[in-house]
């Protein structure tokens, strides 16, 4: 029973990545429906390191604030300190594999970072830099 239960976790993880590139391709169709064009890891890659300043605050803010820069290592919530798990499918097989929970991180990362929501194109740009970690 135990070599089956380790024969069914190895199965289950080589079918997430699978599962990721399926999911990410169907939203950067979407995404290119709505005026996004040629996604490039580049253009996420500056947002991720670029500071916001919090209009209410003036608090700066970054993706990796929460995030970490390395997408393979595991964040921290900047405001209740809750660990955040790697953001790399290669290290975490369940990222980008749920179309909702990606649009409600997009929906709430970018409020709190940015003061508004990402735009067609920085959502597919961040999907590309996140599916090649």
Same mark, same amino acid.
């Given at each position: 029973? =135990?070599h089956?239960?380790?024969a !069914?976790?190895g199965?289950a !993880?080589?079918i997430?990545?699978?599962?990721?590139?399926?999911?990410v391709?169907?939203?950067l169709?979407?995404? /290119?429906?709505?005026?996004?064009?040629r996604?490039?890891?580049?253009?996420? *890659?500056s947002?991720?390191? +670029? /500071?916001?300043?919090?209009? $209410?605050?003036?608090e700066a803010? +970054?993706?990796?604030?929460? %995030?970490s *820069?390395?997408?393979r290592?595991?964040?921290k %919530?900047?405001?209740?300190g809750?660990s955040? /798990?790697?953001?790399?499918?290669?290290?975490n097989? =369940?990222r980008?594999?749920?179309?909702e %929970?990606? *649009? $409600?991180?997009?929906s709430r990362?970018? $409020?709190w970072?940015?003061? +508004? /929501?990402?735009?067609p194109? *920085?959502?597919?740009?961040?999907l590309?830099m996140?599916?090649?970690?």
């Open positions: 029973m =135990k089956f239960a380790v !069914l976790a199965l !993880l080589a997430a990545p699978a599962a990721a590139n399926d999911v391709s169907k939203l169709k979407q995404y /290119e429906s709505q005026g996004g064009a996604f490039t890891s580049a253009s996420a *890659e947002l991720w390191s +670029r /500071e916001f300043r919090d209009a $209410k605050t003036g803010r +970054r993706c990796s604030t929460c %995030h *820069e390395d997408l290592r595991a964040g %919530h900047a405001t209740t809750k955040i /798990e790697p953001l790399a499918p290669s290290v097989p =369940k980008l594999t749920d179309p %929970h990606i *649009e $409600k991180w997009f990362n970018c $409020k970072t940015f003061g +508004r /929501e990402c735009t194109q *920085e959502k597919g740009d961040f590309v996140i599916r090649a970690r």
